[in-house]
Structure formats: C-alpha cells, structure tokens
C-alpha cells in the first residue's frame, strides 16, 4: 500500500513540474499608455511574441525564466518570472530613451594679439584643402559592394526583383538598411540570434523574402508602421534564415 501511495505522488510530482505554463502580462509606458508591438522574448526557450494593441502578451515560461522586452525607442527591459507572476499577471512598465542633446561648439573669438589670432583665423590653404576634399568624400553614398560577401563568406538567396533601388528614388536599399538597423539597434538582431557580422545580410534576406518598401524607398521615409511592419515580418523569415547556417 505504501509502495503504491509512493508511486502515485511521485506521478503527480512529475505531472506538476513538467506542466505548461503560460505568463501574461500588460505592456505600458511610463505614462500609462499600453504598447503594441513589443517584443517579449523568453531567454531559456528563445520563444518571442509581440504585444496586441491593447498592451497584452501570453509566453510559456516558467518561474525563474527571464523574459525581456524590447521595442525601438524604449530602453530594454529583463525581468524574471516569479511565482506571483504566474498565479496573476505580470505587469510591465517601458521608459523611454533619453535624447542626447549634441554638443554646441564654443568658437574662439579674437584674443586681440595677432600672433594668437593669425593661426585661429588664417589656417593654411592645404589645410583648407584637405578639409573640403574630406566633407566631399563624407557626402558620398557608399558603394554597395563594400557590403558584398568575401570569397567563403555565408551569402543570402537574392529573390527575384531585389535590387539596390532606382535612381528616381530618393533611397535604395542601403539607405533603408542602415536606417533600420541605426533605429532598432544592433541588440534587436543579437536578441534574434543573429551575429552582428551578419545583421546586414539578414536585412537583405528579409527585404528579398517580399518585404514591401518601395514607397519608403521613393519618398526616402521609414515610419513607425513601417518599422513595425518589418519587424513583423522578420519573424516569418527567422526560422529559414537559421536553417541553412546549422548546415555549414
């Protein structure tokens, strides 16, 4: 009897730690107001949702995972789940990232003694030189087969109509590129398990799986839907992205 009774809790014992659990929460900023599309990653299981409109998220976890959230504009946020968090729900708070103010130059004036004010305001001319040739090469758009894979470097599948835009566009593809990566942040990628060497091939694989861009693309603007948008769309590209890296 004993040996059964042994048994039978040590059944309900595997039964409650090997259970599904599911975490929910609400996502708001530090005014109050519910966040749509931030990511919730899950670190342990590496799953990763987006919030709804009104704020709300649902991850499996379990208590002791670490569960962070991220979205472009807003400091990233790691939180472990407690008991509490699965018997009631968890209750999340965003702030947002502090603007830098740029830094105001303070320019010399005239000192009144002409050794000191010759050099300030009378530089050498191939010095003046080497400035106007530097500012002219820094206006340049960078040539995109700098961007190209090195011989024996992974290389992403080009779809059919990716191209590096047109020239009656006011941006091409590059532009695009380095303006989505500069405004989720390379720890967006890194949080996906993409190498920072990679980030810029996983880019073009998403916008050669489809990603619509060519308003963005003609106009030479990215929104905040847009941006949400690709994000979106980064998690139906995630999956094939991986695969053919475990093959090498």
């Not at 962070?68 to 790691?78: A, H, I, Q, S």
């Not at 003694?113 to 960078?142: F, G, M, R, T, W």
């Not at 290389?155 to 941006?171: E, L, R, T, Y």
Request: aromatic content about 12%; glycine content about 6%; proline content about 4%.
């Amino acid at each position: 009897m004993k040996l059964k009774l042994f048994f039978f809790l040590s059944f309900i014992f595997f039964i409650h730690t090997h259970a599904q659990t599911y975490i929910f929460g609400k996502i708001t900023s530090e005014d109050g107001v519910e966040m749509q599309d931030v990511n919730v990653i899950n670190i342990r299981t590496d799953e990763m949702v987006i919030s709804n409109r009104d704020g709300h998220f649902m991850i499996s976890g379990k208590q002791g995972d670490e569960l962070r959230f991220v979205k472009p504009g807003y400091e990233r946020l790691t939180k472990r789940v407690s008991l509490e968090n699965i018997q009631a729900p968890m209750n999340v708070s965003l702030v947002r990232m502090a603007i830098q103010i740029p830094e105001v130059e303070v320019k010399q004036g005239l000192t009144g003694n002409l050794k000191i004010d010759s050099k300030a305001y009378n530089k050498p001319k191939k010095v003046e030189k080497l400035k106007a040739d530097i500012a002219s090469y820094l206006k340049q758009k960078s040539d995109p087969r700098i961007l190209a894979a090195r011989p024996g470097e992974f290389v992403q599948p080009k779809g059919q109509g990716f191209s590096i835009g047109k020239a009656k566009d006011k941006w091409d593809d590059v532009d695009l590129m380095s303006y989505i990566r500069k405004s989720l942040g390379d720890d967006y990628f890194t949080d996906l398990k993409i190498e920072k060497p990679l980030i810029d091939h996983f880019i073009y694989y998403v916008f050669a799986g489809g990603f619509e861009r060519k308003k963005i693309l003609k106009y030479g603007f990215c929104s905040d839907a847009d941006l949400n948008r690709f994000q979106r769309f980064v998690l139906t590209r995630i999956s094939s992205y991986r695969a053919p890296q475990t093959q090498r």
